[in-house]
Each structure stands twice: as C-alpha cells, then as structure tokens.
C-alpha cells in the first residue's frame, strides 16, 4: 500500500508541477514554433533572392553576348566600308587604264593600216578583259553595298535591342537594392 501512496502522490507532484509549469512550456513551444516560421520565411526569401541572381547573370551573360555580336558586326562593317573605298579606287583606275587603251587605239587607226590589224586584236582582247574585270568590280561593289546596308541595319537592330535591354536591367538593380 505505501508504495500505491508514493505514485499517488508523485502523480499528484507531477500534476502540480505541469500545472505550475505549461503555461511556460506553452509559451516556449509557440517561441520554438515562430522560430521556425521566421527560418522557414528567411530560406524562402533566400531561394527568391538566388533566383533573381541566377536571372541577372544569365541576362548579364545575354547582354555581353550582345555586346560582343555588336563589336563584331561594327567591325565586319568597318571592314566592309573598308573594302568599298579599295574598290572605288580600283574602278577609277580601271576606268582610266580603259580611257588610256582606247586613245592607244585611236592612234594607232591613225597610223599604219597592217600595224593595225595586229594591234587591233591584241587591243580588243585586253579591252574585253578589261571590261570584264570592271563589270566583275561593279557587281562586287554591288554585292558590297547591299551587305554593307545589311549589317548597318543589323547593328541598328542590335543597338535597339540593346537600349530595350538597358532600362530593364536598371529597374531589376533598383529592385534588388530596394530587397
């Protein structure tokens, strides 16, 4: 019997005791439980705030790509510009080369009929070469041209692009700033 009275008595010791001490381990378990929230919202705000970081470089790698793209063209299209002017000159002096062969020929229709018939052939032959080789010129000039106003345009594009791209990145830092 004296041993059904200790746990009798240590029941009611017991009951004592959490009544004198739940409310505290109430209040200790809500403090554990806020904690908890309070990490769980700091790793959401960390997984949104990886994410931004993860979009920005990808558009940072996006934006360099462009700039890249965009010092390429400006230097195929310098290049291009370039190669026009050489050519230009080259057609000037085939154009000259070409006045200077038909007054060569001029005069010698003047001279020695037999002289002549050689010559004449000789003359057509580097004259038809030559006229070639301006025609050739000027269908490169051509082609030049039409992809020196393709890239101009291009790079245009691009430039465009590349401001529609800026403002956005602006607003993001000043988003990130302001987390």
């Known amino acids: 019997m004296l041993t059904a009275q200790k746990l009798e008595k240590i029941i009611e ?6 009544a004198q001490y739940q409310a ?8 554990i439980e806020a904690h908890l929230k309070k990490h769980e919202e700091q790793q959401e705000v960390i997984a949104k705030q990886l994410a931004q970081l993860t979009s920005q470089s990808a558009e940072a790698s996006a934006n360099k790509r462009v700039e890249q793209l965009n010092r390429e063209l400006h230097n195929r299209c310098d290049n291009m510009t ?11 002096e085939l154009q000259k080369n070409l006045a200077e062969e038909r007054a060569e020929v001029k005069a010698l229709k003047q001279y020695d009929a ?18 070639a080789a301006n025609a050739l010129m ?17 790079v245009k594009e691009l430039e465009a692009k590349l401001a529609e791209l800026e403002p956005a990145e602006t607003e993001e830092e000043t988003e990130a700033a302001a987390a």
């Open 13 to 18: 010791l017991e009951d004592n005791l959490r």
């Open 82 to 92: 370039a190669e026009v002017d050489s050519q230009k000159k080259r057609i000037k």
């Open 24 to 31: 505290q381990l109430d209040a200790k378990s809500a403090e």
């Open 138 to 154: 000027q269908k490169t000039l051509n082609k030049t041209k039409a992809e020196n106003a393709e890239l101009q345009a291009r």
């Open 114 to 131: 037999a002289a002549m018939k050689k010559n004449l052939d000789a003359n057509k032959k580097k004259l038809a070469e030559k006229t």
